[in-house]
């Protein structure tokens, strides 16, 4: 039997920094619901990409000295890029297309131009607001406080000759696919819409550019590039061969199941893009989710305000399926959720550590302390099922279904919250059995306390393939430690209890999520952060050099000298001061303080010859004068200051002048 496609997308991310574990949220939801979808049979799409054009990524690359195209290179490619990233948090997207790529660009001028004649697009002026970082258009009506509506940044009035979409002719096709359908997820999300776009009237969408290049021309009217949400939007199309002949599975997998997407931009997804493809003549995808954001200390992480979470910290020290897990079983989908670090390592103690860790842990041990790894035949049946054995079996027996039930409604955070139920209850179970007490007595008890023991691997093997769509490497340790083979990994065998072959060999193995110590990890994670911060700052910075001009005279009137050091100490009190007794060739010492310990000790200065400015006016410091000013050279360093003394040639005589 052909099997049923499913096609799910992540949004394609900007490039124009290093993302963070909020980006990292949307896509690990996207990974699992596809693996999922994978382990129920499906034949699966995953697409994710990158968002590579606009003006922000323009003026990025401007300030970075490179070329647009270098820029967003380095961050998609480079190390600790995108794809990297994807890569570490085992991401099994299928495809990842770049804006850039060429068969995209092709794709979306074709795309504009059958918009354009079939009188969809159309030429006019654009005047109105325009928010830079967010790439939004927006009339005065939508904004908040004179502010950008998304981002609350200031806006910029904007007035250009440009090409508009006519956005206004589908209003009332929009209003009923968002209002009658189920489209946009979750429902609270359509009244968001409607009310705050549509029951204000749908106005056209301004859809080129001419006041920057780095976008994809539109090819019959050169100066304009197409705005880069349509450019972006089209990209779940073309990546599967819409427009062009680099793939060839778009009759196959489109209409896309789910677009999986942050709330601040399920404008775009459920209105605009339904829209434009409504013009296009092409099917509409089935669903829109619009997930919330994870917030630190109530608010969205942004680079700009420098309070972002980096996932590859969070990676090494926990490892990814810990990280992966705590993502998608502690905030409810739809909704914000706050993160901190203590409550990822509270999730990963209670949930992994405790009751996952501790299940499998102390249901092997006891099958290989008891039964020398390989429990007896006939283990998988009992005359005389206590009420223990009854809930527990009916619970992981059921379990599949409640999980399929949350996975399907994208409610993958009770997904989990019912697979730890069942958890939960084999742990109870072993306390409720009480094994060590049994095995006192294996003549009497043996056959029973080898029934308990199969119950308990059944229940965390069910689990185990539940949980894999989370914890994709973590749950191939935990098949191998029960001796689950291929056959009882499957999606059908998790409805299936008493799949697992009686005489199964356990394997001791490694602790599969070995406990936290809170205090210690969160000092480790401060001092990673800041290495982490101090390794992104630049390497060498200086100061630019002033544009105003200095005339001749003036400068003249600065009188360098060569001096050379006769003695040179700390000054009591002071952490910073140094102070010098210099022969600047006049035959009297002169005394210099200068607040340079930090970078140098007296006694190595002693003899070297230095360059002073010798006219400055006399100025006291800790009680003591100084006669002039040593010159050095200051740059930073990875956010260091950094300071050379100018130390020239000793063949240099005292009082020299610098001319
Ligand atoms: N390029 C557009 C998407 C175009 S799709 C045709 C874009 N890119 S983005 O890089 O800014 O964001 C990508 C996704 O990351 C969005 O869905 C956004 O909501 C999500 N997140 C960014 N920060 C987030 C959090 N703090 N929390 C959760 N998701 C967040 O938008």
């Known amino acids: 039997m052909e099997k049923k496609k499913f096609y799910i997308t992540t949004p394609i991310y900007y490039p124009s920094d290093k993302l963070h574990i909020g980006h990292t949220y949307c896509t690990v939801a996207t990974d699992a619901m596809a693996r999922y979808k994978r382990l129920a049979g499906y034949d699966v799409m995953f697409l994710t990409g990158t968002d590579e054009h606009g003006q922000k990524i323009e003026d990025k690359a401007k300030e970075a000295g490179v070329t647009p195209k270098e820029f967003v290179d380095r961050i998609v490619e480079g190390p600790q890029g995108v794809k990297d990233l994807w890569k570490l948090m085992n991401i099994s997207n299928d495809r990842f297309i770049r804006t850039t790529d060429d068969y995209h660009v092709a794709a979306v001028q074709k795309i504009f131009k059958k918009m354009y004649d079939n009188g969809d697009i159309y030429k006019g002026t654009y005047k109105g607001k ?129 677009h999986f997407v942050g709330k601040e931009i399920v404008r775009f997804h459920s209105i605009i893009w339904p829209a434009m493809l409504m013009s296009v003549g092409e099917p509409l995808p089935k669903h829109v989710f619009g997930h919330g954001w994870l917030l630190l200390d109530g608010g969205k992480m942004s680079k700009s305000k420098g309070n972002v979470v980096d996932p590859y910290i969070l990676a090494k020290q926990f490892g990814v399926d810990a990280l992966r897990f705590f993502l998608m079983r502690t905030f409810p989908f739809g909704s914000d959720g706050n993160f901190s670090n203590e409550l990822l390592i509270q999730t990963i103690n209670t949930d992994l550590a405790n009751d996952l860790g501790n299940l499998v842990s102390r249901t092997t041990a006891m099958v290989g302390k008891y039964f020398g790894g390989t429990l007896p035949e006939g283990c998988k049946t009992w005359d005389a099922p206590e009420a223990c054995d009854r809930d527990l079996i009916a619970m992981a027996s059921g379990l599949r279904n409640a999980y399929e039930a949350h996975m399907e409604s994208c409610a993958p955070h009770n997904a989990l919250a019912e697979t730890f139920k069942v958890i939960q209850r084999a742990n109870k179970y072993i306390d409720e059995t009480a094994p060590w007490a049994l095995a006192k007595d294996m003549d009497a008890n043996g056959a029973r306390l080898a029934h308990v023991l199969y119950n308990l691997l059944e229940a965390t093997r069910i689990c185990g393939i539940l949980l894999s769509p989370f914890m994709p490497d973590s749950m191939a340790k935990l098949f191998v430690q029960i001796g689950a083979p291929a056959g009882c990994q499957t999606w059908e065998s998790a409805a299936a209890w008493g799949s697992l072959p009686e005489t199964t060999t356990v394997t001791k193995g490694e602790n599969l999520f070995p406990r936290i110590d809170m205090d210690k990890a969160l000092e480790e994670l401060e001092a990673a952060e800041a290495e982490a911060k101090k390794a992104a700052l630049p390497a060498i910075e200086v100061e630019p050099q002033l544009t105003e001009k200095v005339d001749f005279d003036t400068f003249c009137k600065s009188d360098f000298r060569a001096v050379k050091v006769k003695a040179c100490e700390a000054v009591k009190k002071s952490a910073k001061l140094l102070k010098f007794t210099l022969d600047d060739g006049t035959g009297v010492d002169r005394q210099i303080l200068s607040g340079i310990h930090k970078w140098y000790e007296p006694e190595d200065l002693v003899g070297k010859t230095l360059i002073a400015i010798v006219n400055l006016p006399p100025r006291k410091m800790m009680g003591l004068e100084s006669n002039g000013m040593l010159i050095s050279a200051v740059h930073t360093e990875k956010g260091e200051e950094a300071l050379h003394l100018i130390m020239v040639d000793d063949a240099i005589p005292a009082g020299a002048k610098l001319c």
């Open 130 to 258: 325009y928010c830079k970082p967010c790439e939004s258009f927006w009339t005065e009506s939508q904004l908040v406080d004179g502010k950008c509506p998304d981002c609350g940044r200031e806006v910029q009035d904007a007035e250009e000759e440009a090409y508009f979409f006519r956005l206004s002719k589908y209003a009332d096709k929009v209003r009923d696919l968002l209002e009658n359908t189920d489209f946009l997820q979750p429902r609270s999300r359509v009244n968001e819409m409607v009310k705050n776009f549509i029951d204000p009237g749908l106005e056209d969408l301004c859809v080129s550019r001419t006041s920057f290049t780095w976008g994809i021309p539109v090819d019959f009217d050169p100066g304009h590039v197409v705005y880069v949400w349509v450019d972006a939007l089209f990209n779940y199309t073309t990546a599967m061969g819409y427009m062009n002949d680099e793939h060839s599975d778009y009759d196959h997998y489109w209409p896309a199941d789910y």
